[in-house]
């Protein structure tokens, strides 16, 4: 088989990013899952970033794939959530799932026949039983009960999803065919942001479990946990992204600019260089100190983008006034994508954790 050059990858790369970005306000105003995003993004190759080699190495370093997840969701916020998801679940399959499983399901993502949903949230009371694993004699172990926040539920054909079994303790990675056994409820997501991130509540009714990856708290294995989390962290990036482009555009436009528009221009534009070095740091620790865990330091990380990124926001927002706002622009999406992406993650009591045991150390 002739290989794509570099160029070639690139070029492919730019215009599925261009037709993420072409389809986001349409997404925005009527939600669905984005088919023709994830299709180019699997004809530019990008769905299987985190597909190994044949020896089983990585095939990107940490820099670009978190890249590609920060310029997807610079596109569209709402597919990038999808895309966090996809290779998280696609990494985890790599790294835990027993053969054949693990080859055959990992060169269907690598043909672009399978997109991966990572589903963890359980529901709250009122919303239904949190999923558990039940066996079923000889047809195997199935899934009954109920996720929320199931990002891609209805366009993603797999699922690793965190179910309770026998024993209590920490959840068990149970891989989910969704072909069946499966309802989506879409009136439960009604969020001003990421409406097009499908992050239904799902119930489960006997759906099919392909394998259990590991044992409880699985999830949590270092490395792997700690890069999660900052790969979630280039997604929150692309959204602050956005918000800067719009905002931006939106200044330079103004006649009779004064310098208020410039100082409001330095400081968005200071909180990204906050961002970016924040994750080419991180980058080069994961390069530099491979297997290793993040796990520490992708909690300081999470920390200081979330706060950058607000800084941002709240200077763009008072920069570029309400018109903006009330008008379906860019920035508003980003505004409200990244206001519920955010609190999707609770990062005051893990910043506590890590605080305390710097005064423990001191103490």
Not at 239 to 266: H, I, M
Not at 328 to 343: C, M
Request: net charge neutral.
């Amino acid at each position: 088989m002739a290989q794509v050059s570099p160029r070639r990858q690139d070029v492919s790369a730019h215009n599925a990013l261009a037709a993420v970005a072409a389809g986001a306000a349409e997404l925005d105003a009527h939600p669905r899952f984005p088919t023709e995003a994830f299709a180019a993004l699997r004809a530019a190759g990008l769905t299987a970033l985190t597909v190994p080699g044949p020896d089983g190495a990585r095939t990107v370093s940490h820099a670009d794939e978190w890249g590609a997840v920060r310029a997807v969701a610079r596109a569209d916020g709402s597919v990038g959530r999808i895309f966090d998801g996809h290779l998280n679940a696609v990494e985890r399959l790599a790294v835990a799932a027993p053969d054949p499983l693990r080859g055959r399901e990992l060169a269907a993502v690598a043909a672009g026949e399978l997109l991966l949903g990572l589903w963890g949230a359980d529901p709250a009371p009122g919303e239904g039983p949190p999923a558990r694993l039940v066996s079923r004699g000889p047809t195997g172990a199935v899934v009954s009960g109920v996720k929320t926040f199931c990002s891609g539920a209805g366009g993603v054909q797999r699922a690793l999803v965190l179910v309770r079994g026998k024993e209590p303790g920490p959840p068990l990675p149970a891989y989910v065919d969704l072909s069946r056994g499966v309802e989506i409820d879409r009136e439960w997501y009604r969020a001003a942001g990421m409406r097009a991130s499908e992050s239904h509540r799902v119930l489960f009714d006997g759906a099919r479990v392909l394998a259990v990856l590991g044992g409880p708290g699985e999830l949590s294995r270092e490395p792997w946990f700690g890069r999660d989390a900052i790969r979630t962290a280039a997604s929150w990036a692309g959204v602050a992204d956005s918000a800067a482009d719009s905002a931006l555009s939106l200044l330079s436009q103004r006649e009779n600019r004064s310098p208020l528009e410039a100082l409001a221009a330095g400081r968005i534009a200071g909180a990204q260089a906050t961002i970016d070095a924040l994750l080419e740091r991180a980058a080069r620790r994961a390069a530099d100190a491979a297997g290793e865990s993040q796990l520490e330091e992708s909690v300081l990380l999470r920390a200081q983008i979330s706060d950058a990124a607000g800084r941002l926001l709240d200077e763009a927002a008072r920069a570029c006034g309400s018109r903006p706002l009330v008008t379906a622009s860019s920035l508003d999406r980003a505004r409200r994508d990244l206001g519920v992406f955010l609190l999707q993650h609770r990062l005051d009591p893990l910043l506590a954790r890590v605080g305390g045991r710097l005064l423990d150390e001191r103490g």
